[in-house]
């Protein structure tokens, strides 16, 4: 990017940058005022095929000053963001894109998002603490979970919230949670957000992980009950899978023996891919199932709010 503002105005070229992290440089050929770009049939590294560059990116390709939108993690081969999110960009008619963002580490996502211009950035693990620190503004929720999932940048620099919480409630709008049991799989940052959710709505919440001192830890600072795994038997009502286990391409993988699952509801975070192998025991043995893709439109959708300026297209 910073040699393509050097180029003088008239000069013809084509800089690219291979790898996952070049991706934006096959999006956002106006930006960088190339001549062309391609698509290929992924036969090299960060390469995108042409349906999903013509469909997905296509205001990036179009605009020479796109505002840029950015999904930073590790890893992002599997997620579903930025279809989603430029879906809902292209149906609301705004001039801007969402791009993956593989970054190698925080401090190398905020360089860049500094270089190209980047407006908001949505933020996934392992960089959700380090999204907090950057901010000089942050909300209180985010302050209470410890971890900020979205990011927006103005004149005073960047703003942290976190709409984890939002997500993880959305599809559970209809559940009285009051004095339920529910055991949470999982100590990470996943599970802070799914306790904050859970004591707001007065649930009886457990966090169960394979390290107790971490479940533990966590139970102690945000005011839920420790033990480990798997929970015992007739424990919960509710049980969360705030773990990665089952996660895409490791789809067989599954946080507990299907003998555990014994309660009234499963709730899955993972959605790729929807039907987990946990959701799907879990249904065998008579469990009611949600699977994580409610969640991911249900904390998406208020970040499309912050970054746009307008109500979500939830139905794109």
Excluded at 16 to 25: D, E, H, L, P, V
Excluded at 29 to 46: D, E
Excluded at 233 to 241: A, M, T
């Amino acid at each position: 990017f910073a040699l393509a503002d050097r180029q003088p105005a008239g000069a013809r070229h084509v800089l690219i940058a291979m790898g996952q992290a070049g991706i934006a440089s096959r999006v956002l050929g106006g930006r960088l005022r190339n001549a062309w770009t391609y698509a290929g049939a992924l036969v090299a590294p960060g390469q995108l095929d042409l349906e999903r560059m013509r469909d997905e990116f296509a205001h990036g390709l179009a605009s020479s000053r796109p505002r840029p939108f950015r999904g930073g993690g590790r890893p992002r081969a599997h997620s579903l963001s930025p279809g989603m999110h430029n879906a809902a960009l292209r149906a609301a008619g705004a001039d801007a894109c969402y791009l993956p963002l593989a970054a190698a580490d925080f401090t190398d996502f905020a360089r860049f998002a500094e270089a190209v211009g980047i407006e908001g950035a949505s933020v996934t693990a392992p960089f959700k603490r380090e999204a907090l620190d950057l901010a000089r503004q942050r909300e209180d929720l985010a302050l209470r979970v410890g971890a900020a999932n979205t990011l927006s940048r103005g004149e005073d620099g960047w703003s942290a919230r976190n709409t984890d919480v939002a997500g993880f409630l959305a599809p559970l709008a209809s559940l009285e949670l009051g004095g339920r049991r529910v055991a949470v799989i999982g100590a990470g940052g996943a599970a802070r957000a799914v306790l904050v959710a859970l004591a707001s709505r007065g649930a009886r919440a457990t966090v169960h992980a394979r390290r107790p001192e971490a479940a533990a830890a966590l139970g102690a600072a945000l005011g839920a009950d420790a033990a480990g795994l798997p929970p015992p038997p007739g424990s919960w009502d509710v049980l969360v899978n705030a773990t990665s286990a089952g996660t895409w391409p490791d789809s067989e993988a599954t946080p507990l023996p299907a003998a555990c699952l014994d309660g009234d509801l499963v709730y899955d975070l993972v959605y790729n891919p929807p039907r987990t192998r946990l959701l799907r025991e879990a249904a065998d043995r008579g469990c009611r199932t949600i699977g994580g893709l409610g969640m991911l439109v249900g904390q998406a959708a208020p970040q499309f709010t912050w970054w746009v300026g307008r109500g979500a297209p939830v139905g794109a």
